[in-house]
């Protein structure tokens, strides 16, 4: 039997904290050193076969408790496969910046043969092997980051448990894949691995809840985080749900650090004006701290007017002007090399399942692959163009090998062509299929 195992929104939740410095020392209430803080955030709701309620309002409410810890974040919310890989590929892209990156999650989850996937709206999934092509494996996510290499990384998925899916897979059982914590590493569960965890009688799920509510506590380091975390859960449930972490940190971090940008720029308050109090939050100082990394223009010319003589004025001016520029030109020839594709086609109807490998080569940003001869059944070519932005359009044609695997009853020997819309970073690249009335096949490349 296939070694499956479904986790579903009633909520199983992993979070996974790699660090990558070896010692970060504890600030406390001091005010942060300057670094980018990054964050995607994902929340899919709207399958079309068992919708969820809650991942949503989780998202909306964790992208806004992480702008209050200073991140600048990409939200994205009932996203596609091709919505969430390209969000992930750029997520990735911007981490190398350094500084902080978190991912969050919530939605449909499951596991497939000890590999973790995250489940689109979209997803058709009728088999394990289906799952592999609909689905977004969490491995696009851990190396993406492991290539950003910046200083420290946070992923929170909260995968669910009410899944559609797990009729259809044989030898299914509740929980996502345990992820081992490697040096530096923290590894927290809503509950422990391979069990299931409640949603809650709120607009949010309980351990998403319990996590947000922590996160609002300044000075906490992380574990200790957590550790509020799973003691609020288990009481909650009565026991039935007790979080689970496993940790191998070597240095501290205190998530939420206290922060009164303000207090030293400006002259004392006279005695007409009452002083704010110590807990008063600084909403110029919160506002800044969510933009200050960003790229888009109209985030800093929105402090601008709402602050024209702010703290932070003169810094806004100077970035506006900088993200206002057009972007430097970009390499053609910075994907050139031998590339390993790899073709998955999920079944569809009556038409099997398959996948397909063949070696592409590109030149000044040109692909090109062939596998079999041109002209003979089962032969598939591959062409297009990268842009030096990574993003790229491909033309698939071929024709028909085993009809077993065609849709529409092809025959052996009948043509067939689609195109694809593919993204690459570094030495990885994914695409799709852009007909939605066939099968969402979907192609994966590695240099």
């Not at 992380?222 to 009481?235: C, G, P, T, Y």
């Amino acid at each position: 039997m296939p070694n499956v195992s479904v986790g579903r929104r009633l909520g199983l939740t992993a979070a996974v904290v790699l660090w990558t410095l070896a010692s970060v020392s504890s600030v406390g209430a001091q005010v942060p050193r300057e670094e980018p803080r990054l964050a995607l955030v994902i929340g899919n709701s709207a399958y079309r076969e068992s919708p969820l309620r809650n991942p949503v309002n989780d998202v909306r409410a964790m992208a806004q408790r992480l702008r209050e810890l200073g991140f600048t974040v990409l939200a994205h919310e009932n996203a596609t496969k091709r919505t969430m890989e390209a969000a992930i590929i750029e997520f990735g892209r911007r981490l190398a910046e350094g500084g902080v990156g978190a991912f969050y999650y919530a939605g449909h989850g499951l596991q497939v043969r000890g590999r973790n996937y995250l489940v689109p709206v979209d997803a058709e999934i009728e088999d394990e092997a289906s799952t592999r092509v609909a689905a977004v494996d969490v491995e696009l996510l851990l190396e993406q980051m492991a290539e950003a290499k910046n200083r420290v990384n946070m992923v929170i998925l909260d995968a669910c448990r009410n899944n559609p899916f797990e009729r259809r897979m044989r030898g299914a059982s509740r929980g996502l894949a345990a992820v081992d914590a490697a040096r530096g590493t923290l590894v927290a569960y809503a509950t422990a691995p391979g069990s299931v965890a409640a949603d809650g009688d709120g607009k949010n799920g309980l351990y998403t809840e319990e996590l947000l509510e922590a996160l609002r506590e300044p000075g906490l380091k992380v574990e200790e985080v957590f550790k509020r975390v799973r003691i609020n859960v288990a009481r909650r449930s009565k026991g039935a749900q007790t979080p689970w972490e496993s940790s191998s940190l070597t240095g501290d971090l205190v998530v939420n650090v206290t922060v009164n940008v303000t207090t030293a720029a400006v002259a004392a308050p006279t005695a007409a004006v009452a002083a704010p109090t110590a807990a008063a939050p600084d909403r110029e100082g919160l506002f800044w701290m969510s933009i200050k990394d960003g790229t888009d223009p109209a985030a800093f010319d929105a402090y601008l007017k709402q602050y024209p003589q702010g703290t932070f004025a003169a810094l806004a001016r100077q970035r506006l002007a900088s993200v206002s520029q057009p972007a430097p030109a970009r390499d053609l020839a910075r994907f050139d090399g031998a590339w390993n594709v790899t073709v998955q086609c999920p079944a569809h109807g009556s038409a099997s399942a398959y996948t397909r490998r063949l070696l592409a080569q590109v030149k000044d940003g040109a692909l090109a692959a062939q596998l079999g001869d041109v002209g003979q059944p089962g032969f598939l070519t591959l062409s297009g163009k990268i842009q030096p932005d990574g993003k790229a359009s491909i033309d698939a044609r071929g024709m028909v090998g085993d009809p077993r695997n065609a849709v529409n009853r092809l025959s052996q020997g009948a043509a067939y062509a689609y195109r694809v819309d593919a993204v690459f970073e570094g030495a990885r690249g994914v695409g799709n299929r852009t007909d939605d009335a066939a099968r969402p096949c979907s192609l994966t490349f590695v240099k």
